[in-house]
């Protein structure tokens, strides 16, 4: 898919996500955040959920099994991207300050690391998880392809870096594997636990009350997610010369923040960089956008189709 739909599904994340993060320090200050707060709204906002907008989608007919496949890789992009920016933020969050040369050197660190993380990573751990596979039972292979993860992870935090760009970048080089398949079938039920610890842990932090409490807020952040999200990825259709009606759409379709907004929201908060009320409206509207995918996703193309019939012919060119 890389291949075939890789470059243009690129060109959408190189153009949204820093337009994305622009905007959440623009438009930031003028919902009382300052200026690392703002950043990190710009972060949280940046990704899409990939599994809310594959669920959605295939429920609805608006779009070919072909263009949601796009969509998916988009969002995969969309959280190496995210991986990355939380790298590039981490060290604001922690209080230190940087400045140009300070951000260059950690750009050209992430760099580095992935690529060097990826060539010697396919060129040895593939061949160890296979000599492992062909001797141990499955067991024992699951536990050792979760310490290589946690082992990257680990290795990512020593470098300065998230410990989310190690853990991804292992699952990349674990893919690579012969028994790739029945490792990420085997490694479901472990997932399905990780992923329930940590969404509890995110609704242990709030409570219905302190949603009720920041309904405006939640509503203000939902709001400049949403036209900034689907505003950069029409844009960005439409600098790669599609459809127009594809890209409207798609850039709807996209709409439903990712589960990085609750990792980048939850570093920020155990920093000290933002309040519980910040923290509870990131998660509240992160909860609306979910909600409100499908009955965006239901009247999109009629949404389209009345613009298309109200805007001049001029601007349909």
Known sequence: KVLTQ???AIKIALIQLPLLVIGGMVLGPALGFGFVQSIALGAIISGSSTAVVLAVLKTKDILTSEQV????????????????ILSMITPMLAGSSMDVN???????SIV?????SIFLGLKFIPRIVNWVSDNVSSEVLIVFCVGLAFGMALLSTFVGLSMAIGAFLMGMIIAACRKSREINHDIGPMKDLFMAMFFISVGMEISVNTLVDNIGM???IYLVFAILKSSTVFLGYWVGNQDGRTGFLSAVGLVAMGEFAFIIAK??????????SFYTSVIGAALLSMIML???????????DKSVEKCPDWLNR
């Open 6 to 8: 890789g470059k243009f």
């Open 218 to 220: 939640i509503v203000a």
């Open 112 to 116: 580095a690391f992935m690529l060097v």
């Open 267 to 276: 570093e920020a908060l155990d920093f000290g960089v933002v309040n519980e």
């Open 294 to 304: 499908p009955f965006l996703t239901r009247y999109s193309d009629r949404i389209w």
């Open 69 to 84: 496949e796009l969509l998916i890789l988009i969002t995969i992009m969309e959280d190496i991207g995210q991986v990355i």
């Open 102 to 108: 300070d951000l260059a050197v950690m750009i050209i």
